[in-house]
T-cell receptor, first 114, second 108 residues
Framework: GAGVSQSPRYKVAKRGQDVALRCDPI?????LFWYQQALGQGPEFLTY????????KSGLPSDRFFAERPEGSVSTLKIQRTQQEDSAVYLC????????????FGSGTQLSVL | ELKVEQNPLFLSMQEGKNYTIYCNYS?????LYWYRQDPGKSLESLFV?????AVKQEGRLMASLDTKARLSTLHITAAVHDLSATYFC????????FGAGTRLTVKP
């Protein structure tokens, strides 16, 4: 596609529910990032993939968060047993190469945990 | 741990005025990025600065990078209402770490 696509755009979950957020990066992009953005804050790094390899997952806030990119294209961020503090916008970004000269961001998934 | 600090966090300007947003970071990096975010929207890349002394300009915005001082500036010239948005700097040092953002409002 023309840009980074994320789905769903909005997700409402009950506390304790599992959710899966999808990111379709720009075709052929090597690098893929996940960020968490709380209201009025800057994006906080969660994890980074280079192709299918997860090179950095140090930003994942707990073991309830899990990300994968099995074929080096589409990525899924899974949050198990959601908590209210997980409510945020989850942004995905991709770049053409590992040099990360320019990141292209998706529109994000707004997650609300009730 | 890499820290990225922006100031000011909030900026209200009159149209036609000039102002500078500052971005300080705590560790060595040769790559710094500026992004714009409109309310409810995602981030749009403005500038990528890849070396010490780099200066880039687009319209009324000019960004510069001093890697020795670990400082980048985003200068706004003759502000117009359309520039109202939140501006983020980000530093690439293993992770792409963002500042808290500067929320700019340009008033007529």
């Amino acid at each position: 596609g023309a840009g980074v696509s994320q789905s769903p755009r909005y997700k409402v979950a009950k506390r304790g529910q599992d959710v899966a957020l999808r990111c379709d990066p720009i075709s052929g992009h090597v690098s893929l990032f996940w960020y968490q953005q709380a209201l009025g804050q800057g994006p906080e790094f969660l994890t980074y993939f280079q192709n299918e390899a997860q090179l950095d997952k140090s930003g994942l806030p707990s073991d309830r968060f899990f990300a994968e990119r099995p074929e080096g294209s589409v990525s899924t961020l899974k949050i198990q047993r959601t908590q209210q503090e997980d409510s945020a916008v989850y942004l995905c970004a991709s770049s053409r190469d590992s040099w990360n000269e320019k990141l292209f961001f998706g529109s994000g998934t707004q997650l609300s945990v009730l | 741990e890499l820290k990225v600090e922006q100031n000011p966090l909030f900026l209200s300007m009159q149209e036609g005025k000039n102002y500078t947003i500052y971005c300080n970071y705590s560790t060595t990096s040769d790559r710094l990025y500026w992004y714009r975010q409109d309310p409810g929207k995602s981030l749009e890349s403005l500038f990528v600065l890849l070396s010490n002394g780099a200066v880039k300009q687009e319209g009324r915005l000019m960004a510069s990078l001093d890697t020795k001082a670990r400082l980048s500036t985003l200068h706004i010239t003759a502000a117009v209402h359309d520039l109202s948005a939140t501006y983020f700097c980000a530093v690439d040092s293993l992770q792409m770490r963002f500042g808290a953002g500067t929320r700019l409002t340009v008033k007529p």
